[in-house]
């Protein structure tokens, strides 16, 4: 049977209940939900079952592997981890900073509720101690919300994209999560997003899996 995980995030940002679809028997439930509904495939799994439903295509996950032995670093002098980042500065390197989020790539959502959607998930990571903060030159350059040892949300200073600079931002904290016993890291990045693609690749990463992921927008919610 489907399954729904609720998504609280989501749900603060666009004030109505969101969920991850889990299982594609009995989906005819969902149009008695009002919700936003997410669905993750394989690539390889037919979509015509659920595009006939009414869920629709918006982007495709890839999620990047490093083990310690695979991991290529590169350390730079004027790059340094700090712990004691404000909230305001994570906040506005965040700003415009997810244009390949799946959310902002799916035209029924206006923008300002997109982007509010990642404020509230870095607003969690920030309040639970998972961000992490990364100086260059002695000034915050980019941030990364941190799960274990997953990246699970990560953005560079607008005024330093482009610049070569990631690797060296990244490598800081991809040798402390090692350095702290984790066999190995990995991320979920937009296959659309092909600098972070590149970065990742760059770090000795490796793209471990796909999923296809799909909208489904119930408002009225007939029951």
Known sequence: MTKLIPVPWDTRAFNIECYEVLGLDGLDELKKTTGYFTLKLNPLTSAAQIQGFG??????????VCDQ???????HPEVSITKNVKFPEVLAIASNAFIYGRYHRDGSIPLELAERRYQNWLT??????????????????AFIGIEGSKLVLHAVHSGLRGRGLAK???????????SKGYSKIESSISVANLAVVNLYARL???????????????IAGSK
């Not at 869920?55 to 990047?64: G, K, Q, S, W």
């Not at 969690?124 to 350059?141: C, P, R, T």
Request: include cysteine; hydrophobic fraction near 45%; proline fraction near 5%.
């Open 168 to 178: 060296f931002l990244w490598t800081p904290v991809c040798e402390e999560l090692f």
């Open 69 to 75: 032995k695979a991991f290529v670093g590169y350390p």
């Open 124 to 141: 969690d990571l920030y309040s639970a101690g998972k961000v992490v903060g990364i100086e260059y030159q002695e000034k915050l350059a």
């Open 204 to 218: 000795g990463f490796t793209m471990e899996s796909a999923q296809d992921v799909y909208h489904f927008h119930n």
């Open 55 to 64: 869920f629709r295509y918006v982007d495709t996950l890839i999620v990047p």
